[in-house]
């Protein structure tokens, strides 16, 4: 399994966008990028995933660097309600046994 | 649809104690895993399940049994408690093909064991 690399903690004031980053430099080419998020010990809720594009949706955009080894999950405009733990995991996607979530990034939104 | 429902939310046993933890989905998905998160980690595979029969272990199974004799439901057996169990357990579900992304995490049964 690849395995990923997040900084322990994060602040962000509310309003302003949050860059939250990941190191998977032994991704290999079938393997996606998955970010999830816990808040507040809840279960883990998804939130976007990503091969070498791309993405956006409603909640987050996410940003692969072209060699794959790593990536950043944007919040545009970070509000109170995403303060959370975030989890990058790599897998491939059908392979759902390769689920490893490690420690993640708690990431604290200001006011 | 509910999703991934877990019952209890909240159990307190003895050590030795056995109990099951239940679980259950009504979106259909083949795959079905348990899941223990302790203070300040990250969550950790104890057993999976590919379909209604089929189960096999995660990263951690030891005093775990699992079972699934159908599509909705997959409970977690606690053989005898310790005091190591002491845990929150989430189960999730997702479909189990090429395609599937997203998995659906149920709100969590916190177990606690003295």
């Known amino acids: 399994d690849a395995k990923t690399t997040q900084p322990p903690s994060m602040d962000c004031a509310e309003g302003r966008a949050a860059n939250l980053p990941c190191n998977h430099s032994t991704i290999s080419g079938n393997e996606y990028v998955y970010w999830y998020r816990q808040i507040h010990s809840q279960g883990p809720q998804y939130i976007i995933h990503?091969?070498?594009n791309n993405e956006t949706n409603e909640m987050a955009s996410l940003i692969i660097t072209e060699d794959r080894k790593s990536s950043t999950l944007i919040l545009p405009h970070a509000t109170l309600r995403d303060t959370a733990v975030y989890y990058c995991i790599v897998r491939v996607p059908y392979n759902n046994n390769d689920m490893r979530f490690g420690a993640g990034t708690r990431l604290t939104v200001k006011p | 649809n509910a999703g991934v429902t877990q019952t209890p939310k909240f159990q307190v046993l003895k050590t030795g104690q056995s109990m099951t933890l239940q679980c259950a989905q009504d979106m259909n998905h083949e795959y079905m895993s348990w899941y223990r998160q302790d203070p300040g980690m990250g969550l950790r595979l104890i057993h999976y399940s590919v379909g209604a029969g089929i189960t096999d272990q995660g990263e951690v199974p030891n005093g775990y049994n699992v079972s699934r004799s159908t599509t909705e439901d997959f409970p977690l057996r606690l053989l005898s408690a310790a005091p190591s169990q002491t845990s929150v357990y989430f189960c999730a579900s997702s479909y189990s093909r090429q395609g599937s992304y997203e998995q659906y995490f149920g709100p969590g049964t916190r177990l606690t064991v003295t």
């Open positions: 990503g091969l070498k």
